[in-house]
């Protein structure tokens, strides 16, 4: 690995190939001394996801559930108490200017596969013109991480939010076809003033999660945290030019599993503004609640992250893999078809309820946070009958959302903007906040009701959809796509059944739950008339083994529309391999990314297969996640 060096305070920092010239406008001097100052934070970063990785392991030995934390104790490392954190004693953020009116917030990257400067701008282009009060650029787990896309997608945004004469010159472009998109599907135009329409959209950012490396940079010879690395990238490169323009600097903070790690995300950020010479709490956050152990802890959370916080966002498919991680030990807890694990289903229910009440909780000057809702990943793509029937499912998920008491939506398509935002447009009120709830509880029954299942149908069908999304998912992260328009293989052509945009949790969930029907015995609850299983029959390898072989020949024999025909012999049979290894291992391993994020840009199926034994035996025997970009280790000695 051929590397650049910057020493500042005795930090040494390794870039990988010749990177540091190739992208010397984001590893600018002014970015690189400041990741060499934050580099110091970087042992406590592996400390914690050390803990992390050995409190589950300890939750599954002792088959012990996450529960409450004793009122009378400290949030490690902040020195504010549980109880006060509770009851609200504590100085949280006042809602700024531009983030008051939040109703859709797209999502998104801002770079694409192996692609030219131009073509990633017009991704920012669609988001700042799509009419979304907010868009949150992804850094994770919308963004491939294959070659250089991670500094992509730092370039894009630092055209667009300077305003570079090429960004402007795509930014026309990409206004005419969208007006053209909205004169066929609306009859109208939605871009008036494109120059204008520039300046509405507020710009947040989504770092990478504590449990990541970031894969170009080394520290002292040790791998470099993702979420340093990308916050310093972000906001060393372009606080300026947002401050300027009268904008607030937003980050989009996800993985966090309790109130130390949001501490320690306080400290990030206070000592980087301290290093800019800019106030505490200038950098804003919202908070994705995707974790059970999180939602435990809500209120903590806020008080660890002080004049940081503004609001939590309530997701899906994140939050269901947690749950099902959480309680893999449990043979009781067993999920039934994803498609029935909606926001209003059992456990789900009761997480987005802790929610609401928890950003509608004052802090000591009164202040409340705001409730961003979840994930509408319908796109108006496919038969006018299939369109007119998914986007009146969207609009009625928006309108439960906002009777139940939340200032917004995302959307994972610019085209969803103009159909969602209405929702909100017509009741009219900015936000929700401080909207009356009865006040968070921290009883037996409160922890029995973020694990609640409720009756529901397991099947066959459910399974194919299961692993056929799955499968395809693993491909696409192969390809560079960690968002991708994706459905089960058998709705192939079936134009009444429209894709939807994933991102990584979609792989993680799936996985996740046919693990659980496998190891606990999954009794299906309906006959299947395909296989010949009956109602009563138990889910087994075999079963398992058998729709495997099936879906993967639907992708194989699919056409290039839907699975890239190059994939076919490359990433593909790779992402069968890393599924195969998942679902089956008696020992669930942590998170499905590890294993594909080790076989980026590897198409060698010999390899794959080695790297995930790999994977599978350092943490069974060790009880060390690889998060480290294999491509780039150092050889022996060095």
Same mark, same amino acid.
């Given at each position: 690995?051929?590397?650049?060096?910057?020493?500042?305070?005795?930090?040494?920092?390794?870039?990988?190939?010749?990177?540091?010239?190739?992208?010397?406008?984001?590893?600018?001097?002014?970015?690189?001394?400041?990741?060499?100052?934050?580099?110091?934070?970087?042992?406590?970063?592996?400390?914690?996801?050390?803990?992390?990785?050995?409190?589950?392991?300890?939750?599954?030995?002792e088959?012990r559930?996450?529960?409450?934390?004793?009122p009378?104790?400290?949030?490690?490392?902040?020195?504010?108490?549980?109880?006060?954190?509770?009851?609200?004693?504590?100085?949280?953020?006042?809602?700024?200017?531009?983030?008051?009116?939040?109703?859709?917030?797209?999502?998104?990257p801002?770079?694409?596969?192996?692609?030219p400067?131009?073509?990633?701008?017009?991704?920012?282009?669609?988001?700042?013109?799509?009419?979304?009060?907010?868009?949150?650029?992804?850094?994770?787990?919308?963004?491939?991480?294959?070659?250089?896309?991670?500094?992509?997608?730092?370039?894009?945004?630092?055209?667009?939010?300077?305003?570079?004469?090429?960004?402007?010159?795509?930014?026309?472009?990409?206004?005419?076809?969208?007006?053209a998109?909205?004169?066929?599907?609306?009859?109208?135009?939605?871009?008036?003033?494109?120059?204008?329409?520039?300046?509405?959209?507020?710009?947040?950012?989504?770092?990478?999660?504590?449990?990541?490396d970031?894969?170009?940079?080394?520290?002292?010879?040790?791998?470099?945290?993702?979420?340093?690395?990308?916050?310093?990238?972000?906001?060393?490169?372009?606080?300026?030019?947002?401050?300027?323009?009268?904008?607030?600097?937003?980050?989009y903070?996800?993985?966090?599993?309790?109130?130390?790690?949001?501490?320690?995300?306080?400290?990030?950020?206070?000592a980087?503004?301290?290093?800019?010479?800019?106030?505490?709490?200038?950098?804003?956050?919202y908070?994705?609640?995707?974790?059970?152990?999180?939602?435990?802890?809500?209120?903590?959370?806020?008080?660890?992250?002080?004049?940081?916080?503004?609001?939590?966002?309530?997701?899906?498919?994140?939050?269901?893999?947690?749950?099902?991680?959480a309680?893999?030990?449990?043979?009781?807890?067993?999920?039934?078809?994803?498609?029935?694990?909606?926001?209003?289903?059992?456990?789900?229910?009761?997480?987005?309820?802790?929610?609401r009440?928890?950003?509608?909780?004052?802090d000591?000057?009164g202040?409340?946070?705001?409730?961003?809702?979840?994930?509408?990943?319908?796109?108006?793509?496919?038969?006018?009958?299939?369109?007119?029937s998914?986007?009146?499912?969207?609009?009625?998920?928006?309108?439960?959302?906002?009777?139940?008491?939340?200032?917004?939506?995302?959307?994972?398509?610019w085209k969803?903007?103009?159909?969602?935002?209405?929702?909100?447009?017509?009741?009219?009120?900015?936000?929700?906040? @401080?909207?009356?709830f009865?006040?968070?509880?921290?009883?037996?029954?409160?922890?029995?009701?973020?694990?609640?299942?409720?009756?529901?149908?397991?099947?066959?069908?459910?399974?194919?959809?299961?692993?056929?999304?799955?499968?395809?998912?693993?491909?696409?992260?192969?390809?560079?796509?960690?968002?991708?328009?994706l459905?089960p293989?058998?709705?192939?052509?079936?134009?009444?059944?429209?894709y939807?945009?994933?991102?990584?949790?979609?792989?993680?969930?799936?996985?996740?739950?046919?693990?659980?029907?496998?190891?606990?015995?999954?009794a299906?609850?309906?006959d299947?008339?395909?296989?010949?299983?009956?109602?009563?029959?138990?889910?087994?390898?075999d079963?398992?083994?058998?729709?495997?072989?099936?879906?993967?020949?639907?992708?194989?024999?699919?056409?290039?529309?839907?699975?890239?025909?190059?994939?076919?012999?490359t990433?593909?049979?790779?992402?069968?391999?890393?599924?195969?290894?998942y679902v089956?291992?008696?020992?669930?391993?942590?998170?499905?990314?590890?294993?594909?994020?080790?076989?980026?840009?590897?198409?060698?199926?010999?390899?794959a297969?080695?790297?995930?034994?790999?994977?599978?035996?350092?943490?069974?025997?060790?009880?060390?996640?690889?998060?480290?970009?294999?491509?780039?280790?150092?050889?022996? @000695?060095?």
């Open positions: 690995m051929s590397t650049t060096a910057t020493t500042n305070g005795g930090q040494k920092l390794q870039i990988r190939d010749n990177l540091a010239e190739e992208y010397a406008d984001i590893y600018t001097a002014e970015t690189l001394d400041a990741l060499s100052f934050m580099a110091q934070f970087n042992a406590e970063q592996k400390r914690l996801m050390t803990e992390r990785t050995q409190r589950r392991a300890a939750r599954i030995r088959r559930h996450i529960d409450f934390l004793a009378d104790s400290e949030i490690k490392g902040t020195g504010i108490r549980v109880q006060d954190a509770r009851d609200g004693k504590f100085v949280g953020a006042v809602i700024p200017h531009d983030l008051q009116r939040q109703w859709i917030q797209g999502t998104g801002a770079a694409r596969p192996n692609s400067v131009k073509a990633n701008l017009r991704n920012v282009s669609y988001a700042l013109l799509s009419g979304a009060d907010g868009w949150m650029f992804d850094g994770e787990d919308a963004l491939g991480q294959v070659t250089t896309m991670s500094l992509d997608n730092q370039r894009s945004l630092k055209l667009a939010i300077a305003r570079d004469p090429l960004f402007l010159e795509v930014a026309e472009l990409v206004s005419g076809e969208m007006n998109w909205a004169r066929d599907f609306f009859g109208r135009e939605i871009v008036a003033d494109w120059r204008k329409q520039l300046d509405f959209t507020t710009k947040i950012f989504r770092a990478r999660g504590l449990h990541l970031d894969r170009h940079i080394r520290v002292a010879g040790q791998s470099f945290s993702a979420s340093i690395v990308d916050m310093v990238l972000y906001v060393v490169n372009n606080h300026k030019a947002l401050i300027d323009a009268g904008s607030s600097v937003v980050l903070l996800p993985k966090i599993q309790t109130a130390e790690e949001a501490g320690f995300w306080n400290r990030l950020m206070s980087l503004e301290g290093y800019l010479d800019l106030a505490v709490g200038t950098i804003k956050v908070v994705l609640v995707e974790q059970l152990e999180q939602t435990f802890q809500l209120m903590e959370i806020r008080a660890a992250l002080g004049q940081h916080f503004v609001g939590f966002n309530t997701g899906r498919w994140d939050y269901i893999n947690s749950v099902s991680d309680t893999s030990w449990d043979t009781g807890f067993v999920n039934p078809n994803i498609e029935s694990i909606v926001m209003t289903y059992g456990y789900m229910r009761n997480y987005e309820d802790r929610v009440r928890a950003v509608n909780t004052p000591a000057n202040n409340y946070a705001l409730w961003q809702g979840g994930m509408e990943p319908n796109i108006p793509v496919g038969s006018k009958e299939g369109v007119a998914s986007m009146e499912k969207a609009r009625a998920g928006a309108v439960r959302e906002q009777q139940e008491g939340a200032s917004g939506k995302w959307i994972a398509h969803m903007a103009h159909i969602i935002r209405p929702v909100w447009e017509e009741v009219g009120d900015a936000n929700q906040l @401080g909207r009356k009865e006040p968070l509880g921290y009883t037996a029954e409160d922890a029995a009701g973020l694990i609640l299942l409720e009756p529901a149908p397991r099947t066959i069908r459910g399974a194919r959809n299961l692993l056929s999304v799955a499968l395809q998912y693993g491909n696409a992260f192969g390809q560079g796509l960690q968002a991708a328009a459905k293989a058998d709705f192939f052509g079936n134009d009444d059944i429209l939807l945009m994933e991102d990584m949790a979609t792989g993680e969930i799936r996985l996740s739950i046919l693990w659980e029907w496998i190891h606990k015995g999954a299906l609850t309906e299947d008339g395909e296989t010949g299983l009956k109602a009563g029959d138990i889910f087994s390898v079963i398992f083994a058998r729709l495997l072989n099936e879906e993967y020949d639907k992708l194989l024999a699919a056409g290039n529309r839907d699975v890239y025909d190059d994939s076919k012999t990433t593909l049979p790779i992402s069968r391999a890393i599924v195969e290894a089956i291992d008696p020992v669930k391993a942590p998170w499905f990314i590890y294993l594909l994020n080790i076989n980026l840009n590897n198409a060698d199926l010999g390899v297969k080695q790297r995930i034994v790999q994977y599978l035996t350092t943490y069974k025997n060790e009880g060390i996640r690889i998060t480290e970009n294999l491509d780039t280790l150092p050889a022996a @000695g060095c």
